[in-house]
C-alpha cells in the first residue's frame, strides 16, 4: 500500500496525468489542427462575405437591400464567434472538455443564425450562394471533427476520472477550510464559556454571602412558597382557560348577559388569571357566579364542548364551588405576603437589597448567555461531524479512483487527523 500525504496528492495526479497524457497528445494535437484549421476557413469565407457586402453599391430594391443587410449580419455574428473560441495551448482532459463545450455552442449558434439570415439572402438572385455553400461545407466539418472529439473524450475513461478527481480533491480543500474555520469559531465558544462561568461563580459566591442575613433567607422562603400557591392556582384554572373563551364570546355576541364588574373579571381570569386571583374578594363571588353561569350553558347545551373537556371543567368547577379550594389558597397567599411585607420592612439596609437583586440579575443575565453559547457550540459540533464526515467520504472516494488508474492500493495521510479530538 502507497501512502500519501493529502498536500501532495497533485503531484501524484499530476504524474499520473502525464503518464496518461503521453500516448493520446498526437491525437489530441491532430484533433485541434482539424478545428483550427476549418476556423480558419470560416473565418476567412466570413470575412471576405462581409467585404463584398460593403463593397456592394448601395441597393435601390427593397428586397437586395435586406438580402445585403442579412449577410452582413450573419457574417458578423459568425466571425464574433470564431475570435470568441480559443484553441488550448496546454492539453489536458479539462481544456479538451471546456473546447468541446464551446465548439457544440458555436456550432448552435451558427446554425441558428444560419437557418435565420440565409433565407433572406438568397432572395435576391441567390447571392453570395457560393460562400453560403463553403461556409455550410465548413459547419459541417467542424461538426464532425467535434464529434470526433466527443467520442475520443468518452473512450478516455481514465482521463474523466482523473478530472472528476481533481473535482473531489477541490471539495475536499473547501471542506478543510469550512471545518478549520468552525473549529476556531468552537474554541472562541469553549474560551468564552470558560470566563462567563468563572464570571457566574464569582457572583454566586457573592450573593451566598449576602444571603447569610437571616431576614433575607426568610424571604426566599416566602417568595418559593408564594411560587408554588401560584403553580397550584394556575393548575387549578387551567382546565377553566377554553371554556371561560367560549363563554366570554357569548357575552360578547349578546347571547348572554353579565355584569359590568363580572365582565372585567371575565377578561381578568382569561388574560391574567393570577391578577384575578390577587384583585376579587376573597369569596370570588364574580368566579362563581361565572362557573355557575357556564355549568349551566353547559347543561342546557347552549355551550358545546368536547366530553374530555367538559369533564374537567366538571372536577374544576367543583374545586372551586363546592371544595372552596380557591378560597383556602387565598388565605394562605395573604398570610405569606403579610409576612413577606413584614420581613421586609425589617430590613433597613435597603442598599443590602439592590445589590442583591442586581447580581441575581446579572447570574440570570449571564445564565442566558451561557444557554445561548451552548446551543450555538452544539450546532458548531454538528455541523463539524458533517463536514469530516463529508471529507471521509471524498477521501475514500479519490483513493479508491487513484487505486484503479495506478494499480495499487493508496491511503491519503496528513487530512484532519491533528484536529480530531473530543467534541
Same mark, same amino acid.
Request: no cysteine; aromatic share 4%; proline share 2%.
Given at each position: ?118 433565407? %433572406?439572402?438568397?432572395?435576391?438572385? %441567390? ?57 476556531? %469559531? ?238
Amino acid at each position: 500500500m502507497q501512502e500519501v500525504e493529502f498536500n501532495k496528492i497533485n503531484n501524484l495526479i499530476q504524474e499520473v496525468t502525464e503518464n496518461l497524457m503521453k500516448p493520446i497528445e498526437k491525437e489530441s494535437e491532430k484533433l485541434l489542427k482539424k478545428v483550427d484549421k476549418t476556423l480558419e476557413g470560416i473565418q476567412e469565407i466570413s470575412e471576405k462575405l462581409l467585404d463584398d457586402v460593403k463593397k456592394h453599391e448601395k441597393p435601390d430594391e427593397k428586397v437586395l437591400d435586406t438580402s445585403l443587410k442579412s449577410a452582413e449580419r450573419l457574417s458578423e455574428i459568425y466571425l464574433e464567434k470564431v475570435h470568441e473560441l480559443t484553441i488550448p495551448s496546454d492539453i489536458s482532459f479539462t481544456s479538451l472538455i471546456e473546447l468541446d463545450n464551446n465548439l457544440e455552442d458555436l456550432i448552435k449558434t451558427m446554425l441558428s443564425s444560419g437557418r435565420k439570415y440565409i433565407p %433572406r439572402i438568397s432572395k435576391s438572385r %441567390r447571392l453570395y450562394k457560393a460562400e453560403i455553400v463553403t461556409i455550410d461545407y465548413y459547419l459541417k466539418d467542424l461538426n464532425k471533427t467535434r464529434k470526433e472529439l466527443e467520442s475520443f473524450l468518452k473512450e478516455k475513461k481514465e482521463l474523466r476520472d482523473i478530472d472528476e478527481i481533481q473535482g473531489d480533491i477541490n471539495e475536499i480543500e473547501s471542506m478543510v477550510r469550512k471545518n478549520d474555520e468552525l473549529e476556531e %469559531r468552537k474554541e472562541k465558544i469553549l474560551q468564552i464559556l470558560k470566563e462567563l462561568k468563572s464570571e457566574k461563580a464569582s457572583h454566586v459566591e457573592e450573593l451566598s454571602d449576602l444571603k447569610s442575613e437571616d431576614l433575607i433567607i426568610q424571604i426566599d422562603e416566602i417568595d418559593k412558597e408564594i411560587d408554588s400557591i401560584k403553580s397550584n392556582y394556575i393548575r387549578l384554572l387551567r382546565p377553566l382557560e377554553k371554556p371561560l373563551i367560549k363563554f366570554q364570546k357569548l357575552v360578547h355576541d349578546g347571547e348572554y348577559s353579565l355584569g359590568k364588574e363580572e365582565i372585567e373579571f371575565l377578561k381578568m381570569y382569561i388574560d391574567e388569571p393570577f391578577e384575578g386571583f390577587t384583585k376579587e374578594r376573597k369569596d370570588y363571588p364574580s368566579l362563581k357566579r361565572i362557573l355557575n353561569a357556564v355549568k349551566e350553558l353547559v347543561e342546557a347545551g347552549h355551550l358545546k364542548l368536547k366530553k374530555r373537556m367538559e369533564k374537567k371543567l366538571v372536577n374544576a368547577s367543583d374545586a372551586i364551588l363546592k371544595k372552596d379550594k380557591i378560597s383556602s389558597l387565598r388565605t394562605e397567599y395573604d398570610q405569606l405576603l403579610e409576612k413577606r411585607i413584614e420581613a421586609s420592612n425589617q430590613i433597613k439596609e435597603e442598599g443590602l437589597k439592590t445589590q442583591q437583586k442586581s447580581i441575581t440579575r446579572e447570574i440570570k443575565n449571564l445564565d442566558k448567555k451561557i444557554k445561548e453559547l451552548n446551543n450555538e457550540g452544539k450546532e458548531i459540533s454538528k455541523e463539524i461531524r458533517v463536514v469530516r464526515d463529508k471529507i471521509d467520504d471524498l477521501k475514500k472516494k479519490i483513493e479508491k479512483s487513484l487505486s484503479g488508474l495506478i494499480g495499487e492500493d493508496i491511503e491519503i495521510t496528513g487530512l484532519l487527523e491533528e484536529k480530531r479530538g473530543p467534541e
